[in-house]
């Protein structure tokens, strides 16, 4: 068990809605990502926060959004769902910011758009 | 742009044959070389980070070693329960982590 939580843990929606994933980072951790793993591909890094602040964008969606709270957990929005959006989200977190700094993993929230 | 490339895609080995799964890295000022288990349908499991050339850590049947442009995560006399794809990432300069798409490794007793 590495600390991080995340729900929920399986999510099947239609086409066009919107979904909020939601994560709660280990304790103590200030920085939380999100990544989107589809089948048999790699992790897709999404999008990066600090104490609440963003950090780094990858590869996210305009339909795609997130945030993080006062309290540090972290909720990724997706919108206007495609089936394409259809993958594993991955929530990370780490204590502090840097790329040398270790990113424990929750154990996801599969998304299945029908 | 920062690059990770893993080899090879997958891997069969007979349960107790020893091998070494290879991640080739190029990033701008290497911050932390990163190794990962993901089992299907579950989270990466972190197995070890290392900082700077000629860095090894061991972790039971499992060590990783770290050199300019790669790093080796060598498996002894694996078991069944080794099975799983092994990821590796790269912190660069900008920031950024990069992943690569991992080894699948099948151990067959």
């Known amino acids: 068990d590495s600390g991080v939580t995340q729900t929920p843990k399986h999510l099947i929606t239609a086409t066009g809605q919107r979904v909020t994933l939601r994560c709660s980072p280990r304790?103590?951790?200030?920085?939380v990502y999100w990544y989107q793993q589809s089948l048999d591909q790699g992790l897709q890094f999404l999008i990066q926060?600090?104490?609440?602040?963003?950090?780094a964008k990858g590869n996210i969606l305009e339909r795609f959004s997130a945030q993080q709270f006062p309290d540090l957990h972290s909720e990724l929005n997706l919108s206007s769902l495609e089936l394409g959006d259809s993958a594993l989200y991955f929530c990370?977190?780490?204590?502090?910011?840097?790329?040398?700094?270790?990113?424990?993993f929750g154990p996801g929230t599969r998304l299945l758009v029908l | 742009e920062d690059q990770v490339t893993q080899s090879p895609e997958a891997l069969r080995l007979q349960e107790g044959e020893s091998s070494s799964l290879n991640c080739s890295y190029t990033?701008?000022?290497?911050?932390?070389l990163f190794w990962y288990r993901q089992d299907p349908g579950k989270g990466p499991e972190f197995l070890f980070t290392?900082?700077?050339a000629g860095e090894e850590k061991e972790k039971e049947r499992l060590k990783a070693t770290l050199t300019k442009k790669e790093s080796f995560l060598h498996i002894t006399a694996p078991k069944p329960e080794d099975s799983a794809t092994y990821l590796c990432?790269?912190?660069?300069?900008?920031?950024?982590?990069?992943f690569g798409i991992g080894t699948k490794l099948q151990v067959i007793p």
């Open positions: 990370a977190s780490s204590a502090r910011q840097g790329a040398g700094e270790t990113q424990y």
């Open positions: 304790s103590g951790d200030l920085s």
């Open positions: 926060y600090y104490n609440g602040e963003e950090r």
């Open positions: 990033v701008s000022g290497l911050r932390g």
């Open positions: 290392l900082y700077s």
């Open positions: 990432a790269a912190g660069g300069g900008y920031q950024k982590v990069t």
